[in-house]
């Protein structure tokens, strides 16, 4: 078998190791890997494909000497016995603030054509969120310029808004529009994570962007619906990794979009039934409540910065009783809830004022003149 070139900067050249093991089987996104020495659970591993290298990550150990792992790049090519490699690391990106400005995927290499970034450090993608101790509550409001959100559902500095509708209701047109009400109006920085969605809006994103200028104070982060659920499923947590290093580097305020949250919860759910495990209610993960607030708990502020996040969320066939919708709800300080029948009549933002809400919505908070 010929040499494999990596194509993360974060790992060496896997020709300059011992392999651990080999594949034994492959379904889909699932590798078997049979190794002397089991792995850690969450570790990266490497393996040659077609003169390139794919990156898996170890999710079960099955018995002494076999692990299972989802591949996070496509298989075409894989087959059985071929030599795995240990990175020797968990799935990690390279960070440094020149992200600024750049178009990355899930690893943090560029998809803009640019040269790979040149990283300060490189951060853990499954990284613990902040002590309790050192976060801090969200704090004002953040107006946005749209009558109807800033009256009945406010946007609140360092807290999280989640924009809630079925398909098609105006979610994604509704983030970009706060995404440049909010540009204009504050200095901070942006993060954007595309997960699961249409490949079509992260062009358009990226292009308007750039004519605009808000490129410069924005990283875009891209796992859309074209990659493996690996990918889908790690992409939010890639995105946010850099929106916490922007908070700790820069001491900025970080606005954090994530275009769709529910696709998370989906791709969790995919590969949690490609690795075996029996599904709990209304078919999805029993995991569920976890992996929702293993994304939403770092999503906060602390004492070096704030990060301020509104996040796209799907309902699945308008059902707001929907599990997934109900584990994303639980996490929100403030909920926009886009109907159908508004959107319907052509009036937009759909916004449906009964439904929508906000936590910090006290005569206290906002005084009596709101
Ligand atoms: N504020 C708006 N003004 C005019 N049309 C809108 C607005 N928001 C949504 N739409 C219409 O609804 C369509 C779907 O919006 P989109 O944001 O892509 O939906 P979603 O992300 O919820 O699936 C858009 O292509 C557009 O035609
Ligand atoms: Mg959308």
Redesign the pocket.
Known sequence: MNAPTAVRPSVAAPSSREPIGHVVEVHGPVVDIACEMLPPLHRALEVAIDGGSAVLEVLHHLDPHQVRAIALHRTAGLRRGAPVFDSGEPLRVPVSVKCLGRLLDAFGAPLDGGPPLAPSEFRNLLAPPPLLSDTLPSSDILETGIKVIDLLCPFIRGGKTGLF?????????????FMQAVASLHSGVSVFAGVG?RIR?GHELWHEMRDNGALANAVLVFGQMDESPGVRFRVGLAALTYAEFLRDALGKEVLFLM??VFRFVQAGSEVSGLLGRMPATVGYQPTLPSEVAELEDRIVSSRRGNITSVQ?V?VPADDMTDPAVGAILAHLDTRVI?SRAQ?AK?I???VDPLASGSNLMDRHFLGDRH
């Open positions: 509708g079925g398909a098609g209701v105006g979610k994604t047109i509704l983030i970009m529009e969605e809006e275009d769709n796209a799907y886009l959107a052509g937009y933002p759909a």
